[in-house]
DNA sequence: TTTGACTCTAACGTAACGTTAGACTTTATA
DNA sequence: TATAAAGTCTAACGTTACGTTAGAGTCAAA
């Protein structure tokens, strides 16, 4: 299948193909000799997977390691972008909550916050900020000063810089898997973590830029360390 | 309110607000003298329009436009917005139904076409391409070879042309409100349109840049006019 | 008064394409 | 078979919407 062909059946553009196989991203199975890229069926999947998860915010680089890691597995990837648009979806209807009220409130029905009128626009929140008030609930995030709050910070901060500092060992070492039952129990203090949830955990560590941002800022790699140990700590139990 | 208290309430960057007041789109009503940016509750409930529509796709350029427009309603810019969000849920729900099937797909449990896996990702459609599928059914519009489509086609750029010349009149002249009519009568050969749908779709003409930029390929500017002019028409119906 | 947080302007950099141009290839029709 | 139009290529500049860095000024609390 040449590029107009697969531009008309999946909605993206010659140029984007041309863009995603030079920078390695989505490359062609085929090239004619006089230089047409043929794409096969295989491709065409690859394709699908790329766009979920440029439709869920992955640059481009992101996707193409998840994508190129020797972990992947397609049907593994399926399931975490339904989570992830799902997650998606309920972000929308807060969005759609939100701009009901605003209405409302237009018409003189109801008074609406500041705070109120931005419910929905998640962009730069931490997610561990919302996992913690899912956890904690609202109060206690906001009592930044509250003595459990900072323990609990500092024992976080204290495995990561652990963690950050044997992370060039493997993943499966005596070390690393005392470290990671450590967070483990410290998760586990905060809510209640099943180990496939753990699991699970680890895996958005490495998906989620958001959770990979915050957490490389420990050491470069920590997260795909922590998300290999932890899928280590599971099998084991 | 000051930048970083605006930046926390809405989770946009500092430096966002300060592109978005150097281009115009989101002034502070007030500038001390050191020149820090002071935002009112008006600023904050414009910035609440700018984000919604930044999350429907809209440039900087174009909300810009909305938002300055002379005819600009807030209350008639929240229920499009809601409208638009909706479609964009359907979206997401097309896509999370394809995702489904793909997962199905892999574990051996169906087989998709290429065709079926590209479902949601409506990036390229033409928006009349989606009208005309709701209108005329999913068959007459794959037979594009059909006599009667095709003459729709034609009457429909006939219309366009004459509207294009026209454009410089005013969108109450009798001229305009000729072809005006002409293109309300088109439409209900196709489908069924109340005045007050008229009249929403041509706010649609200018509000979602899918159909501005097909329909001002006619003519620059045409969009806006026929918006006028078919406002003006169901006014005196 | 000092210090740290806040804010400013300026400017370069980045990501992800869109657009334009010129050259080569393929396909359908006369 | 020839031709014209459609298709495809590479290259390169442009666009959009910020992110990042830097240095300087401002503000508030101790």
Same mark, same amino acid.
């Given at each position: ?9 999946? #909605? ?11 920078? #390695?991203? /989505? ?8 230089? =047409?890229?043929? =794409?096969?069926?295989?491709? &065409?999947?690859?394709?699908? *997977? $790329? ?15 998840? &994508? ?7 049907? +593994?990837? /399926?399931? &975490? ?9 309920? *972000? ?16 003189? +029905? ?49 495995? =990561?810089?652990?963690?950050? @500092?044997?992370?060039? &060992?493997?993943?499966?070492?005596? +070390?690393?898997?005392?470290?990671? +039952?450590?967070?483990? /129990? ?9 180990? @496939? ?7 958005? =560590? $490495?998906? @989620? ?29």
């Amino acid at each position: 299948m040449k590029v107009k062909e697969v531009s008309e059946l999946t #909605g993206v553009s010659i140029r984007t193909l041309h863009h995603y196989d030079d920078i #390695g991203l /989505l490359v062609p199975d085929q090239v004619t000799e006089a230089g =047409y890229r043929l =794409y096969s069926d295989e491709n &065409l999947a690859d394709l699908q *997977q $790329v766009l979920f998860f440029r439709e869920l915010g992955f640059s481009l680089k992101h996707i193409k390691e998840l &994508l190129s890691s020797p972990t992947f597995k397609r049907l +593994e990837a /399926l399931e &975490l972008q339904r989570d992830m648009l799902v997650q998606k979806k309920s *972000q929308l209807e807060r969005m759609l909550a939100t701009i009901d009220r605003t209405i409302q409130s237009e018409k003189g +029905e109801n008074i609406m916050t500041n705070e109120e009128k931005f419910k929905g626009f998640d962009f730069a929140k931490n997610p561990y900020e919302e996992e913690a008030k899912a956890r904690w609930g609202k109060k206690a995030v906001e009592q930044t000063n509250s003595q459990f709050t900072k323990e609990i910070q500092e024992d976080m901060n204290r495995i =990561y810089y652990k963690l950050a @500092d044997i992370r060039h &060992l493997e993943a499966d070492s005596i +070390e690393a898997q005392e470290a990671i +039952e450590e967070w483990f /129990l410290l998760l586990n203090r905060i809510g209640s973590y099943s180990l @496939d949830a753990f699991k699970g955990l680890g895996e958005m =560590y $490495v998906a @989620d830029e958001r959770f990979t941002k915050n957490i490389d800022q420990f050491g470069e790699g920590l997260a795909r360390f922590m998300r290999d140990a932890m899928n280590v700590y599971v099998d084991q139990q």
